[in-house]
T-cell receptor
Framework: DGGITQSPKYLFRKEGQNVTLSCEQNLNHDAMYWYRQDPGQGLRLIYYSQIVNDFQKGDIAEGYSVSREKKESFPLTVTSAQKNPTAFYLC????????????FGEGSRLTVL | GESVGLHLPTLSVQEGDNSIINCAYSNSASDYFIWYKQESGKGPQFIIDIRSNMDKRQGQRVTVLLNKTVKHLSLQIAATQPGDSAVYFCAERGNSGYSTLTFGKGTMLLVSP
């Protein structure tokens, strides 16, 4: 089945450690996104990529980094510079830039101990 | 599941009732609006979208209404079912070339049998 796969589903990290969240899609979508979700909040955009080898900062990019070396993959690294990294992270993709129909993965829950 | 529903406005309805979920958007320049549904522990799912040149759009059991004068969007769900229980987000997108989606904080819909 086509879809978005995020891993791991749950991740624990010690303060000061970097961690990378995986996002893979087999929908042949050009655009991919990373969102952060905190309890009682909407989704906030971290980074997005409209095409391979290109990405832009979203609203809350500080302390995060991404790469887009392959069309199907868009990993997110949460660095030690992110001051409050405990959150639910959602990856999404869309066919193109014009559509608002994003396809989301099931999320990765990161907890900093 | 994920505690995305903490401190959210909540709408409680009986099975079979019609539900109306409201959203006030912030950007008068937004020209595209989308509703998403997020079940506990999952990523959001696209429900329906509407462009600013329309004031109503219908899908299967759902209707979205757009009132640009007061910057208000609503999602009507007919004959609500227990499976409709979820958090519902509205999202808007500005009309500049590379605007991204801005999500609202969400409304939790609880459907009791």
């Amino acid at each position: 089945d086509g879809g978005i796969t995020q891993s791991p589903k749950y991740l624990f990290r010690k303060e000061g450690q970097n961690v990378t969240l995986s996002c893979e899609q087999n929908l042949n979508h050009d655009a991919m996104y990373w969102y952060r979700q905190d309890p009682g909040q909407g989704l906030r955009l971290i980074y997005y990529s409209q095409i391979v080898n290109d990405f832009q900062k979203g609203d809350i990019a500080e302390g995060y980094s991404v790469s887009r070396e392959k069309k199907e993959s868009f990993p997110l690294t949460v660095t030690s510079a992110q001051k409050n990294p405990t959150a639910f992270y959602l990856c999404a993709s869309s066919m193109g830039w014009d559509t608002g129909e994003l396809f989301f993965g099931e999320g990765s829950r990161l907890t900093v101990l | 599941g994920e505690s995305v529903g903490l401190h959210l406005p909540t709408l409680s309805v009986q099975e079979g009732d019609n539900s109306i979920i409201n959203c006030a958007y912030s950007n008068s320049a937004s020209d595209y609006f989308i509703w998403y549904k997020q079940e506990s522990g999952k990523g959001p799912q696209f429900i329906i979208d509407i462009r600013s040149n329309m004031d109503k759009r219908q899908g299967q059991r759902v209707t979205v209404l757009l009132n640009k004068t007061v910057k208000h969007l609503s999602l009507q769900i007919a004959a609500t079912q227990p499976g409709d229980s979820a958090v519902y987000f509205c999202a808007e997108r500005g009309n500049s070339g590379y605007s991204t989606l801005t999500f609202g904080k969400g409304t939790m819909l609880l459907v009791s049998p």
